[in-house]
């Protein structure tokens, strides 16, 4: 063996509303015995294969709807099993598309890659970009495309795969690496470069692209039609082409296509394209069709290893944008920053995209694990990508929560010990238990990297917020304790009460979440009417309660988490480049061990 493969596109005509699923399967069939005839070593199939493209109808009957849905295993489901038998019975590999229903009653536009040696799965991959809309036209004539009506988007990403037996595994390149999207997904860069990302050497993408949509995508409602096909195949051809060759891979697409109910037109245009963006092979009918090329991997070499070589030539530092920012944001109109028509603001400036990330340690004091990860939960949408949390959960002997001063004396010995051989790898340390903690101060004095407590800077944000705050706190002792940190952090001139809801710190978690959640909830209220419009969560572990407190209090009142409030405090802090000072309380405590000689904590 080569590295050289024979890939076919399986090219399928015209499937009909009403054609019987046994027709179309069997067709299925000869097509793959045809590719086989021809030497073909894996065969692609397009998107929802096994049926019309029923996206193009409303379907309002969830009986009718359901039909056209696979359920079960693709592989051995009665309707779907002769492609995968026959695949296995000829050795030749298959990767095809269809509407996937799951066991729970998910929908998904789906597609998988069989090996036939081994007749298992290597991959499968549900499609993410869904185009079209939710409701139809009202113009009964227009081609609909109901696709985010009748399919959630895909929630595999985009991973590429390894494939065995096509081609020699050589030691440098292993064996040929495959990736898988789904028509309208090859539209994306962003999809193509992930793949690119991960070496990619073949893409399949299996469509069903509608050749007349002028309301779907026509420049006008009275497009011609032949035009208006033209522009279509023009546009999936540029797409293959081009980021086959800015990924510096091979592609194969397979159309169904042809005119369905002697009605609605999809595109054909089934190509391989090679990794220099040309085409090596293409369909000649909008019919069941094989196209086939031979496809020497090792070609992906010059690309990947010259221009499009992204290690060397990548800037990440500039595409935060990328993964940030959805939508588009234009820059500011000139007319307005012109000085006669000025509306008051005179320009704007703006940082460059993150060049550091900053990495902040989440330091739970109390050896309770999974109150870490609902910090690290709660904490995660917010952050943006220059930012990263990771969670440290002390070890034992430390507590298993904190609710007095022996905890906090005997969690802060037990965390510090164990945070400050680690401290260097990072930036800021944001201490997850709220109350004015020992560790804080044991860390401020050790490091000079920035360090804050839940409370502190909850307290911080929520005099920012509004006028006066109220704690919830977890049991009556903790009033007190909470009591004095106020005092100390100086804001109880601001502070309307603090509330407990007689409950453990574990017991935030034992007790069943509804019982929880409505003390939590009515303890909120109780502080809204003390006079508090800045509400504060009074442990690590109610950070996830968060929303049904919000959903108690109204939107009037704001409800602060400490363990956000203090990622992004931290993070402001280390953009701004400021360390702990080291003149006064916070000197370090390294150089006074040092001076006496004592060389062990
Ligand atoms: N099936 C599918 O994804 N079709 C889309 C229609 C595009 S609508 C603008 C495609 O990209 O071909």
Redesign the pocket.
């Known amino acids: 063996m080569t590295r050289t493969i024979r890939l076919a596109a399986a090219q399928v005509g015209a499937v009909n509303l009403v054609d019987a699923r046994a027709k179309t399967l069997d067709r299925l069939v000869r097509l793959l015995e045809d590719a086989a005839s021809k030497g073909a070593q894996a065969v692609l199939f397009p998107?929802c294969a096994f049926t019309t493209?029923f996206?193009r109808h409303f379907i309002a009957d969830a009986a009718e709807l359901e039909a056209f849905f696979e359920h079960g295993d693709i592989t051995t489901a009665d309707n779907t099993r002769a492609l995968f038998d026959k695949a296995k019975e000829l050795g030749v590999d298959i990767s095809v598309g269809f509407a996937e229903a799951t066991e729970s009653g998910e929908h998904y536009n789906t597609c998988v890659y069989y090996h036939a040696k081994t007749g298992s799965l290597l991959s499968k991959y549900r499609?993410v970009h869904l185009?079209?809309d939710y409701e139809p036209y009202p113009d009964a004539e227009a081609t609909n495309?109901l696709?985010k009506r009748y399919f959630k988007p895909g929630d595999y990403g985009f991973d590429a795969f390894r494939v065995p037996d096509l081609a020699d595994a050589t030691r440098e390149r292993g064996e040929p690496i495959f990736g898988m999207m789904?028509?309208?997904d090859?539209?994306w860069a962003e999809a193509w470069r992930l793949l690119g990302l991960q070496g990619v050497e073949v893409v399949f993408c299996g469509?069903?692209?509608?050749g007349y949509?002028p309301h779907?995508?026509g420049t006008n409602l009275q497009q011609d039609p032949q035009e208006a096909a033209a522009n279509?195949l023009f546009h999936?051809k540029l797409v293959m082409q081009a980021h086959s060759y800015t990924n510096a891979c091979f592609s194969v697409s397979a159309a169904r296509c042809g005119w369905d109910d002697g009605k609605w037109n999809l595109i054909a245009g089934s190509t391989i394209v090679g990794p220099d963006g040309k085409i090596m092979a293409e369909s000649q009918t909008d019919g069941d069709e094989i196209v086939i090329a031979d496809c020497d991997l090792d070609m992906c070499r010059s690309g990947k290893t010259r221009t499009f070589d992204f290690a060397r030539h990548r800037r990440v530092e500039h595409y935060s944008r990328l993964i940030s920012q959805p939508g588009v944001v234009e820059p500011p109109h000139l007319s307005s920053m012109t000085n006669g028509h000025s509306n008051g603001v005179s320009r704007s400036v703006a940082g460059p995209a993150f060049t550091k990330t900053t990495r902040i340690l989440l330091c739970n004091p109390n050896a309770t694990e999974f109150m870490t990860e609902a910090c690290l939960e709660m904490v995660q949408p917010t952050l943006p990508p220059d930012v990263v949390v990771y969670g440290f959960t002390a070890p034992k002997p430390a507590p298993s929560a904190v609710e007095g001063n022996f905890d906090n004396i005997m969690s802060a010995a037990a965390a510090a010990r164990a945070i400050v051989p680690i401290a260097h790898q990072y930036d800021a340390f944001l201490v997850a238990c709220y109350s004015d903690h020992a560790l804080i101060r044991m860390l401020r004095e050790e490091l000079s990297q920035p360090v804050i407590g839940i409370m502190e800077a909850s307290l911080i944000a929520a005099r920012t917020l509004g006028s006066r705050f109220g704690i919830i706190a977890t049991a009556d002792r903790s009033v007190y304790m909470q009591q004095d940190a106020v005092r100390h952090y100086g804001m109880d001139a601001f502070c309307a009460g603090i509330r407990s809801c007689k409950l453990g710190v574990l017991e935030l978690e034992s007790k069943p979440e509804k019982e929880v959640l409505a003390t939590m909830s009515a303890v909120g209220k109780q502080l809204v009417e003390d006079g508090a419009d800045v509400l504060t969560l009074g442990c690590a572990g109610m950070s996830n309660m968060k929303a049904a407190v919000e959903k108690a209090v109204g939107e009037d009142v704001q409800v602060v988490d400490g363990v956000v409030a203090g990622v992004h405090h931290l993070a402001g802090l280390c953009r701004m480049g400021t360390k702990t000072a080291k003149r006064g309380a916070w000197a370090s405590s390294k150089t006074g061990r040092e001076r006496r000689r004592q060389d062990w904590y």
């Open positions: 998107e493209f996206p499609k185009p079209g495309q696709e789904i028509c309208n090859r539209r469509y069903n692209t509608t949509a779907l995508w279509a999936h």
